[in-house]
Structures are given as C-alpha cells and as structure tokens.
T-cell receptor, first 116, second 113 residues
Framework: AQKVTQAQTEISVVEKEDVTLDCVYETRDTTYYLFWYKQPPSGELVFLIRRNSFDEQNEISGRYSWNFQKSTSSFNFTITASQVVDSAVYFCALSDPREYGNKLVFGAGTILRVKS | NAGVTQTPKFRVLKTGQSMTLLCAQDMNHEYMYWYRQDPGMGLRLIHYSVGEGTTAKGEVPDGYNVSRLKKQNFLLGLESAAPSQTSVYFC????????????FGQGTRLTVV
C-alpha cells in the first residue's frame, strides 16, 4: 500500500530563516508521481510541484526548492528566506499511475508558521 | 474561469439529517474526486469518478454516496449525517494521466451536531 509520511506536524520560524519540510513515501511501484500542495489560511489547495519517479533532478522555483532522493524515498521541500505569506499547511502527496483514476495519497500535512 | 466550485461553503446539520454537496468544474476534466480533510490526517479520498455516469469508492466511502450524471458535476450525498462526518470536504478534478495535477475547490466546512 502507498503511504506518505510528513513527520513534522508544525514548524515555527522567524521571517528570513530557511526551512525544510520533510516528506517520506512508501510505494512498491517503480513508476509514481509526487506532489506538493499549499493550503493557505484561506483554505484552498494550491498546486506547487509535480515530480515523476524517473526525474531525480532537484527543482528550484524562486525561493522554493525540492530535493527528490529515490534512495531514501524522500521528497523534501525547502523555502529559502521565509516570509509571513509562506505561513500555510503544506501537503505532500503520491500518485500511482497504474492505479485507475489518478488518485492521490496525502500526508498528514505540516503547518508552517512564519513570524515577523 | 471559475475552475472548481463547491456549494455550499458552510453547513451545520443535525445528526440524522441528509444533505448534498455540489461540485461543478468548467475545465472539461474527465476525473473528479471528493476528499475529506481532518486534523492530523491530511486529505482522504471518499469517492471518485473517471467519467460521466461512473463512480468508485475511495479510502473512506462509508456513509456517503455520489453521482456523476453530468461531466461537469459531481455530487456528494450524506443520507443520515453523523458527528463523525464533521469535516472539511474538498472536491477536485483533473485530466486523465498522472502528469496533470488535480485542481481543488474552496472546500465545504460541515459540522454535524
């Protein structure tokens, strides 16, 4: 069975600090997709990134970067120079392309609080 | 472009009452989903649909029913609400193929008293 673990329930940082959100996943498949979503206080879910299991290159988008390591089954998310607007719940999710319907398996989420 | 719209946004039900949550998407997506979000548990899939007229059970389907009579709409029904169904419900839609991400609605906060 697929499983996503986000061991950090809540993280608090001061603005401009760097912060890394951990995501560890379990799957028996060799082909799968990983996602990160952001849920700001307003409640909607915002897609951040998708990564397939064959692409282990790290990704950087502005202050956001993602480190995918297949050897440790991790897909960690780093925010550099955090800002108050980064305060949100962040979800990591896993999708198995062999499962009919593109269903996502979510982690429990990490609450990030950035204080000014 | 509205994306995914959920109706209503908030609702309070008494135990035993029934209700229907409506999800509408205007992106011509084939796949639609209902998730529930509970503290410390992330989002869990209730039911999903891979096309008009089709539905399938997800991880936590008990106590819920769904219908997809039109491609753009996906309805979630609670026949006899229970306090354990107090949650935030999210509808999502996507194209077939895992390369595409799911688009989510704003959520419906349901409280069963």
């Amino acid at each position: 069975a697929q499983k996503v673990t986000q061991a950090q329930t809540e993280i608090s940082v001061v603005e401009k600090e760097d912060v890394t959100l951990d995501c560890v996943y379990e799957t028996r498949d060799t082909t799968y997709y990983l996602f990160w979503y952001k849920q700001p206080p307003s409640g909607e879910l915002v897609f951040l990134i998708r990564r397939n299991s064959f692409d282990e290159q790290n990704e950087i988008s502005g202050r956001y970067s993602w480190n995918f390591q297949k050897s440790t089954s991790s897909f960690n998310f780093t925010i550099t120079a955090s800002q108050v607007v980064d305060s949100a719940v962040y979800f990591c999710a896993l999708s198995d392309p062999r499962e009919y319907g593109n269903k996502l398996v979510f982690g429990a989420g990490t609450i990030l609080r950035v204080k000014s | 472009n509205a994306g995914v719209t959920q109706t209503p946004k908030f609702r309070v039900l008494k135990t035993g009452q029934s209700m229907t949550l409506l999800c509408a998407q205007d992106m011509n997506h084939e796949y639609m989903y209902w998730y529930r979000q509970d503290p410390g548990m992330g989002l869990r899939l209730i039911h999903y649909s891979v096309g008009e007229g089709t539905t399938a059970k997800g991880e936590v389907p008990d106590g819920y029913n769904v219908s997809r009579l039109k491609k753009q709409n996906f309805l979630l029904g609670l026949e006899s609400a229970a306090p354990s169904q107090t949650s935030v419900y999210f509808c999502a839609s996507s194209y077939p193929g895992v390369k595409t991400e799911a688009f989510f609605g704003q959520g419906t906060r349901l409280t069963v008293v």
